[in-house]
């Protein structure tokens, strides 16, 4: 029996065997996960400075207490509290010293690695001589502080290039993108797998094993190529250079991080571990003082409040999901519920229909097992339970029926009410409409207090926010139990108020309108796109517009045009014009673009932009106007709607609407959504703007209400 050696925390227990073969495991009581904290630096030191010692230590091994996942990273809230640039820049020299002790032990070092293994967390175990990782599908590694606006401060930009080579390295941090136990086993992230059962006891025999000689450690050599790219510091230069150019090209200069993380890597390599440790460690300073990523990590917390049931007690059970309709959408539904352990029984007009809504799950799984991602078990699982049908019948166990017919209100009323025959009283009945009011759609049910809008988004599987529409008859039960829905199927869930457009698509619509009043006047389409991409928006308008289909479009702008008076928008026409003239975008491989036919992807790349759209322009020349005017004009065309959204008690909270438009429409996550970018900007800032815009364009521009008390008071939406 291993004997408990006395740490002075809770946060860890600390064993040692007959043999000298110590375990360290990291079990924080406090929370649900464990996170890289000063506290868990000290406990590690603690726990050092009684190992190291000790004669008759023969190995180490680092493991968790938590049953689902290793270290998921840095404690943010940390981070937050730091008042200066100098304290961000001596936790990472501390955890430096922390890893160089780790590397300073004269016995073998082995981390056992089940569930996420994340940023400071991974940056712990590249410490050990030796890695063993579960092949649980839970089971990922990263280093995504990039994404929160930040690099590796641990030493991960020194001690990943070493082990994996530099290109590999770069990908990981630069993207911050999953790795999968397959693949970490193949670059030499980790040097062995087993089954999670197996894992503490086959980290322990690595451990001996190593002490004894009987292991060495043995990873696949990079190929001729890589050796080569990568053996010299000239031909080094020319990754760096590759790096940065994608980055700017992905980024387009928005995110300070990835220039930081390159330079951080390149000083390392180039001039020594201990000066890119401390370059490392000045970059990480910067980073969590820059407005970026403040703005991101405050987005990380607001997703996280999302996450939160508010009333889960008023939530009824929902074991069975129906889905009506089986295209694009109802599949990407039924694929998201599926994947979370839910049964789904998918509808559509036939059998034929809805077996291939199916199959389209089943290619979406495949390709995640291809990738790594999920094993074929897992893969065969969740296709088992996506269970496809022609007819109402099979969906009166349902407890949840999500209807994704086409944007037409006599359709939704029909399958609704043909839906209402057939299911128990309590089925709680949602709509996935874009734009028309949940209260008309109720209007073809018998108890409207039952019905509500679940509006997911485009291609579903990959977009992470769920607007939960509610009218004033849905009942508290029938939204708690939507809520809980989309919690299970891993979405960031805003409520929001009944309306026309309801928040994400009012906004969308009067920025993807004022896109086309841009186009009346005699803009290009590329310019408008570019400069859209330059202000941070994954596409541009136009792009959009060719994606969602341009018939769709023109429904949604009647929809708005019908809700709103000619004094606060004109509405542009040209997106009915060109539906009528059958230029409906990708579906039809016309539209602003051009597009392969043979291409049969759900999202195509443009071969070029149709000249023939410029025909249906009311301008007799084309001009765009500067890059910054058309990024003003559309961004706080976005931004000004959002408010008054927040004045019509549409939007419960800012919060609310920051998370929608970041996770719902791509506003730019490094501006923290229209609220945040608001308070960044002051609102005296953009109602100067506003009025310049309104004065040179019209009324439409006309601040908010509520922006004009924010400026008189000098408030802001946050604390």
């Avoid at 009944?498 to 009012?506: H, L, M, N």
């Amino acid at each position: 029996m291993p004997d408990a050696i006395d740490v002075p925390t809770d946060l860890l227990t600390l064993t040692i065997d007959d043999a000298g073969m110590a375990t360290l495991q990291l079990d924080d009581p406090g929370a649900s996960v464990n996170k890289i904290s000063w506290e868990t630096l000290n406990a590690f030191s603690d726990a050092l400075d009684r190992l190291e010692p000790r004669s008759d230590l023969t190995g180490l091994v680092f493991t968790s207490g938590k049953p689902e996942s290793f270290i998921v990273g840095a404690d943010l809230g940390m981070l937050q509290a730091f008042e200066i640039p100098a304290e961000a820049r001596h936790l990472s020299r501390e955890a430096h010293a922390l890893g160089a002790r780790v590397r300073g032990l004269e016995v073998p070092t082995v981390a056992a690695l089940h569930g996420p293994v994340m940023g400071g967390g991974l940056e712990m175990a590249l410490n050990c001589d030796y890695r063993i990782a579960s092949t649980a599908d839970a089971t990922k590694m990263a280093l995504p502080e990039v994404q929160l606006g930040l690099l590796p401060g641990g030493g991960g930009t020194q001690r990943l290039p070493r082990l994996v080579g530099v290109q590999q390295a770069l990908t990981m941090m630069l993207t911050g993108k999953n790795t999968y136990p397959d693949k970490a086993k193949r670059i030499g992230l980790v040097d062995a797998l087993i089954h999670p059962p197996g894992l503490k006891d086959a980290a322990r025999r690595a451990a001996r094993q190593l002490a004894s000689g009987d292991l060495s450690v043995e990873r696949d050599e990079q190929s001729l190529g890589d050796q080569l790219l990568e053996g010299n510091p000239v031909s080094r230069r020319v990754i760096y250079r590759q790096a940065l150019k994608r980055t700017e090209k992905r980024t387009r200069g928005n995110y300070p991080a990835p220039p930081l993380i390159v330079d951080a890597v390149r000083t390392g390599m180039e001039e020594g571990l201990e000066a890119g440790l401390d370059t490392e460690s000045q970059h990480f300073g910067d980073l969590v003082f820059s407005h970026e990523s403040q703005a991101l990590v405050s987005l990380f917390f607001a997703k996280r409040q999302a996450e939160k049931h508010p009333m889960p007690d008023q939530a009824q059970p929902v074991d069975t999901v129906g889905v009506l309709g089986a295209g694009l959408m109802g599949s990407g539904i039924a694929q998201v519920t599926a994947e979370n352990g839910t049964d789904v029984v998918l509808k559509d007009q036939s059998l034929d229909l809805a077996a291939k809504g199916k199959k389209h799950v089943w290619e979406a799984l495949a390709a995640q097992e291809e990738k790594g991602i999920i094993n074929t078990f897992t893969r065969d699982q969740i296709a088992e339970r996506v269970v496809p049908t022609g007819d109402y019948a099979p969906l009166r166990t349902s407890d949840l029926v999500i209807e994704a017919v086409p944007e037409d209100l006599s359709i939704k009323h029909q399958v609704l009410s043909d839906l209402e025959d057939v299911v128990p009283e309590d089925t709680i009945l949602a709509s996935n409409t874009s734009a028309i009011p949940i209260t008309k759609i109720a209007e073809g049910v018998e108890d409207p207090s039952r019905v509500l809008g679940m509006h997911y988004f485009s291609p579903v599987p990959d977009i992470p926010l769920l607007e939960i529409v509610a009218t004033e008859d849905t009942s508290d039960t029938a939204l708690a139990t939507a809520y809980a829905a989309g919690l299970a199927q891993d979405k960031t869930v805003i409520v929001v108020r009944d309306g026309p457009g309801f928040y994400t698509t009012r906004i969308l619509a009067l920025y993807m309108n004022e896109a086309l009043l841009l186009f009346d006047a005699g803009a290009d389409v590329e310019e408008v796109d570019e400069a859209m991409k330059d202000a941070g928006f994954p596409m541009g308008p136009f792009e959009l517009f060719d994606l969602v289909g341009l018939d769709v479009a023109a429904k949604i702008t009647d929809v708005m045009g019908d809700a709103l008076s000619d004094e606060r928008v004109n509405i542009s026409d040209s997106a009915g014009r060109l539906a009528e003239a059958d230029l409906l975008g990708q579906k039809t491989n016309l539209g602003f673009y051009e597009y392969d036919a043979d291409d049969e992807s759900d999202d195509k790349d443009p071969d070029g932009v149709n000249e023939a759209v410029y025909h249906y322009a009311d301008a007799p020349a084309r001009s765009t106007p500067p890059a910054e005017a058309v990024q003003d004009r559309l961004l706080l065309m976005m931004v000004n709607e959002a408010v008054r959204c927040l004045e019509d008690e549409v939007l419960r909270a800012p919060i609310d609407g920051d998370l929608g438009a970041v996770f719902g429409l791509g506003f730019p996550p490094f501006l923290g959504g229209p609220f945040r970018y608001v308070d960044r900007e002051g609102a005296d800032e953009i109602i100067d703007t506003l009025n310049r815009l309104a004065d040179q364009h019209g009324d439409r521009f006309q601040p908010a209400e509520r922006l004009r008390t924010h400026a008189s008071q000098n408030a802001t939406f946050y604390d």
